[in-house]
């Protein structure tokens, strides 16, 4: 069975800084693009950062760009996400999910498994 | 940025019900008739939400036959045959045929 267990939650003041964690189990880490989604209270799903399988290769919403960043240690199958200079916009529960991906003939491309949510609150 | 928009953004139906979704995409997401890049998600309250569908009409494994998927091209179709009592949730579509990946804003299905 597939675990994602987020950590890292908080309330923090607008200008500060967060770092979300995420454990997986029972999936190939190495082998998936890994992604952070995030939702604001009472409303729909925002998708925040995508890394590639060996992290070389990060994606950003252009709101998050140049304040966070997403990495991941494939030796401790774990992800993260670094978050500075927070607003109240950034406000929301931000999921972890495994990005499935396969190029070919046929393209699949999707968030296939996701953890629980950590809930990050921006207020002064 | 594609924006996704469903229709419509909440609807009250009784089980036993057919459900028809409507998501739209504000240009193709599709390349060929096996290159649709649309995926359909369910999320209850409090809870992540959940793969329903991929590439618009494949259902992921462990996902009841009663859901299916359609579409091309800049319009998709969630379909739910015969609602039950666990399908009262949220649904959202998604692209990801390019970044940034979006969503649509939901569509909550509501006992009526």
Do not use: H
């Not at chain 1, 990060?58 to 996400?81: C, E, H, M, P």
């Not at chain 2, 008739?33 to 939400?49: E, I």
């Not at chain 2, 990946?101 to 509501?110: D, I, Q, S």
């Amino acid at each position: 069975e597939v675990q994602l267990v987020e950590s890292g939650g908080g309330l923090v003041q607008p200008g500060g800084s967060l770092r979300l964690s995420c454990a997986a189990s029972g999936l190939s880490f190495s082998t998936y693009w890994m992604s952070w989604v995030r939702q604001a209270p009472g409303k729909g799903l925002e998708w925040v950062a995508n890394i590639k399988q060996d992290g070389t290769e990060t994606y950003y919403l252009d709101s998050v760009k140049g304040r966070f960043t997403i990495s991941k240690d494939n030796a401790q199958n774990s992800l993260y996400l670094q978050m500075n200079s927070l607003r109240v916009e950034d406000t929301a529960v931000y999921y972890c999910a495994s990005y499935f991906t396969i190029f070919g003939v046929v393209t699949k491309e999707y968030f296939d498994n996701w953890g629980q949510g950590t809930l990050v609150t921006v207020s002064s | 940025d594609i924006q996704m928009t469903q229709s419509p953004s909440s609807l009250a139906a009784s089980v036993g019900d057919r459900v028809t979704i409507t998501c739209r995409a504000s240009q193709s997401i599709s390349t060929s008739s096996v290159r649709k890049y649309l995926n359909w998600y369910q999320q209850k309250p409090g809870k992540a939400p959940k793969l329903l569908i991929y590439t618009a009409s494949t259902l992921q494994s462990g996902v009841p036959s009663r859901f299916s998927g359609s579409g091309s091209g800049t319009e998709y179709t969630l379909t739910i045959s015969t609602l039950q009592p666990e399908d009262f949730a949220t649904y959202y579509c998604q692209q990801s045929y390019s970044l940034p990946l979006t969503f649509g804003g939901g569509t909550k299905v509501e006992i009526k």
